[in-house]
């Protein structure tokens, strides 16, 4: 799912992702510590890099950088914390498997990662395009 992503926003580089899965406890705390909103959420995204726009990779310093993981090589692209409560009970009220739900929140937390957002209708359209594609590239569309 997180490959999926990546070569659908065109990542030229290897890269490491943090995935953890939590419950509405958990992420209620994260949620409070680094936003500051003392309530549970489905996902939470923290991307380590910035991006001049969406999927615009062409800032990356790959020589001497601390962008990437010195062992490895790879791009250290960021976290996503997902809430496993949430995943049941939004997969049971929208219809769908916790398989989608999982794959969707992942799908949506990647674009996150890679600077995409949607705090203004043109930026949501192009994340939900963006997230219809990822979704069809494993084969789990809507």
Same mark, same amino acid.
């Given at each position: 799912?997180?490959?999926?992503? /990546? $070569? ?6 290897? !890269?490491?992702? *943090? +995935?953890?899965? !939590?419950?509405?406890? %958990? ?13 549970? !959420?489905?996902?939470?995204? @923290? ?7 969406? %999927? ?5 310093? $790959? #020589?001497?950088?601390? $962008? @990437?993981?010195?062992? *490895? %090589?790879?791009? /250290? ?15 049971? #009220? ?9 794959? @969707?929140?992942?799908?949506? *937390?990647? +674009?996150? /990662?890679? %600077? ?19 979704? $069809? ?6």
């Amino acid at each position: 799912m997180i490959g999926a992503g /990546l $070569e659908i926003v065109d990542c030229p580089y290897d !890269t490491q992702v *943090s +995935l953890l899965i !939590t419950d509405d406890e %958990g992420i209620r705390e994260m949620n409070r510590q680094f936003r500051g909103i003392d309530s549970p !959420t489905d996902v939470l995204s @923290f991307p380590l890099q910035e991006f001049p726009a969406p %999927g615009d990779f062409s800032q990356i310093n $790959e #020589e001497g950088s601390d $962008e @990437f993981d010195p062992d *490895s %090589g790879e791009l /250290l692209l960021g976290d996503i914390v997902i809430n496993a409560d949430r995943v049941i009970s939004q997969a049971e #009220e929208y219809g769908h498997s916790r398989k989608r739900e999982y794959a @969707f929140l992942i799908a949506h *937390s990647i +674009l996150h /990662l890679t %600077g995409y957002d949607h705090m203004d209708e043109e930026e949501r359209e192009q994340m939900e395009e963006m997230q219809r594609r990822i979704m $069809e590239a494993v084969q789990i569309p809507r």
